[in-house]
């Protein structure tokens, strides 16, 4: 359990001790998953890529489990206005890239992004690394239950626009679901939940996780919500 506030060059571990019962789906399936059954995009082969990480933090709110998710300013370059999870690039002080260093860099960026003590944090798994192409990033997802929560919200408003939790009945809320189309023609899960369209890689290893937890239910797949040229 992470009981360092200050995440750079403290211990970081994984631990599933004393977890509520119902994340065991989700321990099960960060357990089991294999890469290519969470995106077509995987890391290149031949180690290009900048290192990132970012925090999957499920917590226990007023309507039962949920998410921690940030939406990040429309000022920013890179995924103007886009909701997603916590995170960021690995710093070097972060650590071994292939080690505990996306542990500490999910942790450290939570924390710089929307206040959240990372004590109160305990980090229970890591799925298997990911990419997203159009940014080059190489990205860790690391799940972690909001043991002890602690308030929340925008720290820096160049970054980000808004800080809030989404239950996860909302996202698993067959009304909630479509598929959003970029101009581009790709197409991927979204969510509209607490007045925003989280899609893009957020919004898929949502979709993976729902699905391999066995928390999805039946959604139209024939609902689309179109993107335009500056998402």
Not at 141 to 147: A, E, H, I
């Amino acid at each position: 359990m992470t009981r360092a506030s200050r995440t750079q060059g403290g211990a970081v571990t994984l631990s599933k001790e004393g977890l509520p019962a119902w994340l065991d789906p989700v321990v099960h399936a960060v357990e089991t998953v294999q890469p290519l059954q969470l995106s077509r995009f995987l890391p290149p082969e031949n180690g290009t890529g900048r290192q990132s990480a970012v925090l999957i933090l499920f917590g226990e709110g007023e309507r039962g489990p949920e998410l921690l998710i940030m939406e990040r300013a429309t000022s920013l370059r890179s995924h103007p206005g886009q909701p997603s999870f916590p995170g960021g690039a690995l710093d070097p002080e972060d650590g071994d890239p292939h080690g505990d260093g996306p542990l500490r860099a999910a942790l450290r960026e939570a924390e710089e992004e929307t206040g959240l003590d990372p004590a109160g944090v305990q980090l229970f798994g890591v799925l298997p690394k990911l990419y997203i192409p159009v940014s080059g990033f190489v990205v860790t997802p690391v799940l972690g239950w909001w043991r002890e929560p602690s308030p929340v919200g925008v720290v820096d408003p160049g970054e980000t626009a808004r800080v809030f939790t989404v239950p996860v009945a909302d996202l698993t809320d067959p009304g909630n679901r479509a598929v959003a189309v970029h101009p581009s023609g790709h197409r991927g899960p979204a969510f509209l939940v607490e007045s925003a369209l989280v899609w893009g890689f957020t919004a898929g290893v949502i979709d993976r996780l729902l699905h391999f937890a066995g928390w999805e239910r039946p959604w139209d797949r024939e609902k689309q919500v179109p993107l335009d040229w500056r998402s």
